[in-house]
């Protein structure tokens, strides 16, 4: 009995551990999704930056950069912004690379085939802190001139919900065990 109740403690912890962000798990990002890294068709320069906002990278995530005859260079703002790798940060050949985003903040990627850059094949990657969540706070609302309150909201805050979520597996998991 003593095992099952050590065992119901551990499952538990690795449980809430999980709801609240504890254990975090580090991703690979396949740039360009099924396209990989290449030029892109006219009219879509802005491909690989529309790829990169529907996502959404930690420190401790990867990108992969595949392609052919080509290659992935990593470089500054200005280098972005003018095409140039002068000043090259990394610079990756190889048709299959892999580059760990180490740190929080911007990073910017060029193709270093001839005209590529210019044609749109160039990458800016945001990359968020370990534990950085995005806040939302609505506009505050504007009270109405009479003097009766308002019900308060049926709207359950995040941790409410959890908890609810919480009680409800423990008691399935007590049920499993009487």
Not at 39 to 59: C, I, K, L, S
Not at 83 to 93: D, E, G, L, Q, W
Not at 137 to 155: K, N, R
């Given at each position: 009995m003593?095992s099952?109740v050590?065992?119901?403690?551990?499952?538990?912890?690795?449980?809430?551990?999980?709801?609240?962000?504890?254990?975090d798990?580090?991703?690979?990002?396949k740039?360009?999704?099924?396209?990989?890294?290449?030029?892109p068709e006219?009219?879509?320069t802005?491909?690989y930056?529309?790829?990169?906002?529907?996502?959404r990278?930690?420190?401790?995530?990867s990108?992969?950069?595949?392609?052919?005859n080509?290659?992935?260079?990593e470089?500054?703002?200005?280098?972005?912004?003018?095409?140039?790798?002068?000043?090259?940060?990394?610079v990756?050949?190889?048709?299959?690379?892999i580059?760990?985003?180490?740190?929080?903040?911007?990073?910017?990627?060029?193709?270093?085939?001839?005209?590529?850059?210019k044609?749109?094949?160039r990458?800016?990657?945001?990359?968020?802190?370990?534990?950085?969540?995005?806040?939302?706070?609505?506009p505050p609302?504007?009270?109405?001139?009479?003097?009766?309150?308002?019900?308060?909201?049926?709207q359950?805050?995040?941790?409410a919900?959890?908890f609810?979520r919480?009680?409800?597996v423990?008691?399935?998991?007590?049920?499993?065990?009487?």
């Amino acid at each position: 009995m003593a095992s099952l109740v050590g065992l119901f403690c551990s499952c538990s912890l690795v449980f809430l551990a999980s709801m609240n962000g504890l254990v975090d798990s580090a991703r690979v990002f396949k740039v360009g999704d099924g396209l990989g890294w290449q030029e892109p068709e006219d009219n879509n320069t802005a491909m690989y930056n529309q790829w990169a906002e529907r996502n959404r990278f930690q420190v401790g995530d990867s990108l992969l950069f595949e392609y052919k005859n080509d290659s992935v260079i990593e470089v500054d703002k200005w280098g972005y912004y003018h095409c140039n790798a002068s000043k090259s940060i990394v610079v990756f050949n190889n048709g299959r690379s892999i580059l760990n985003l180490d740190r929080p903040g911007p990073f910017y990627f060029i193709s270093g085939a001839p005209n590529h850059c210019k044609n749109g094949q160039r990458l800016i990657v945001e990359v968020m802190g370990l534990h950085h969540q995005r806040s939302y706070s609505p506009p505050p609302i504007a009270t109405p001139p009479y003097s009766f309150q308002l019900a308060p909201s049926s709207q359950t805050s995040s941790g409410a919900a959890v908890f609810v979520r919480l009680v409800s597996v423990l008691v399935v998991a007590v049920g499993m065990f009487v």
